[in-house]
């Protein structure tokens, strides 16, 4: 969808949507630390950190972030495969490191003994 809407199909896209992805997985990463250390794993704390936290992010990226971003994609008109590559290793790197692969849930101490699939 984004893609289809973009003006721009190439490294530019692909730069803006790795970037608010790996964001967004931060968020997640936070929150849910957040949760299992302070909440006790009961996903309350999760929801309700989610709720605020990505409005908010929202708000300030829309705010503060958008006019300096486009100036710089009008300005700039070379090199945004090599900085597009690099978030998307950037990217590769935090989702596998996060162990979102093959996991059964979301906890961050996933121990062996807890019947996961590392076993």
Same mark, same amino acid.
């Given at each position: 969808?984004?893609?289809?809407?973009?003006?721009?199909?190439?490294?530019?896209?692909?730069?803006?949507?790795?970037?608010?992805?790996?964001?967004? *997985?931060?968020? @997640?990463? #936070?929150?849910?630390?957040?949760?299992? !250390? +302070?909440? &006790? /794993?009961?996903?309350?704390?999760?929801?309700?950190?989610?709720?605020?936290?990505?409005?908010?992010?929202?708000?300030?990226?829309?705010?503060?972030?958008?006019?300096?971003?486009?100036?710089?994609?009008?300005?700039?008109?070379?090199?945004?495969?090599? *900085?597009?590559? @690099?978030? #998307?290793?950037?990217?590769?790197?935090? !989702? +596998?490191? &996060? /162990?979102?692969?093959?996991?059964?849930?979301?906890?961050?101490?996933?121990?062996?003994?807890?019947?996961?699939?590392?076993?």
């Amino acid at each position: 969808m984004f893609h289809v809407m973009s003006e721009d199909k190439r490294f530019k896209f692909l730069l803006s949507f790795c970037l608010a992805d790996t964001t967004s *997985l931060w968020v @997640m990463a #936070v929150t849910n630390l957040l949760d299992f !250390y +302070l909440g &006790g /794993g009961r996903y309350v704390l999760l929801l309700i950190s989610r709720l605020i936290a990505f409005p908010l992010l929202e708000y300030l990226a829309w705010r503060y972030l958008r006019k300096p971003y486009l100036e710089l994609q009008d300005a700039v008109k070379k090199g945004w495969g090599v *900085l597009a590559g @690099m978030i #998307v290793l950037y990217y590769m790197l935090l !989702y +596998l490191a &996060g /162990g979102h692969c093959g996991r059964d849930n979301c906890d961050p101490c996933y121990a062996k003994e807890e019947g996961g699939r590392g076993e």
